[in-house]
């Protein structure tokens, strides 16, 4: 295996000034995969939820085909009603969008065949850290 075939490559997250959004484009249609944080996780419905005003960049958990996200175990709620009242008693609701990720999109052609990632990622893998 030649490790020279590898790269790795730092795409920002928040777009500096001058900041090419074809380039960047181009850049996580090639990817294999990306590599994030998120904002919460909610237990009940192994769910991934990213703030827009954190993580302005949709496309970077859409177009690589494999997601790695990081996240501290303080992010994790037990439902998806205790994540609503936890954004709501921070106001995290009326001043950004949130993204929910719940894994592969799934849908079936006509002749009943089950394709996955046809909307996001086919694989997505999540670690916890503990605080």
């Known amino acids: 295996m030649d490790k020279n075939q590898y790269k790795v490559e730092w795409i920002p ?18 990817a294999d995969y990306a590599i994030t944080t998120c904002d919460f996780l909610i237990a009940q419905t192994g769910t991934i939820v990213f ?3 954190n993580h302005p960049s949709k496309a970077l958990t ?3 085909p ?3 996200v990081i996240s ?10 205790d994540f609503h009242r936890q954004i709501k008693t921070t ?4 001043r950004s969008s949130l993204i929910y ?5 799934r849908t079936a052609d006509i002749e009943k065949k089950l394709v996955l990632g046809v909307h996001g990622p086919r694989e997505l893998t999540v670690f916890v850290i503990k605080d």
């Open 13 to 30: 997250a928040v777009k500096p000034a001058g900041f090419d959004v074809k380039k960047y484009r181009n850049q996580l249609a090639a």
């Open 62 to 64: 859409l177009v690589p």
């Open 51 to 53: 703030t827009g005003e």
């Open 72 to 81: 501290w175990l303080s992010s994790l709620v037990a439902t998806l009603a």
């Open 101 to 105: 990720f719940t894994g592969p999109s």
């Open 91 to 94: 106001g995290l609701d009326k």
């Open 66 to 68: 494999s997601v790695i």
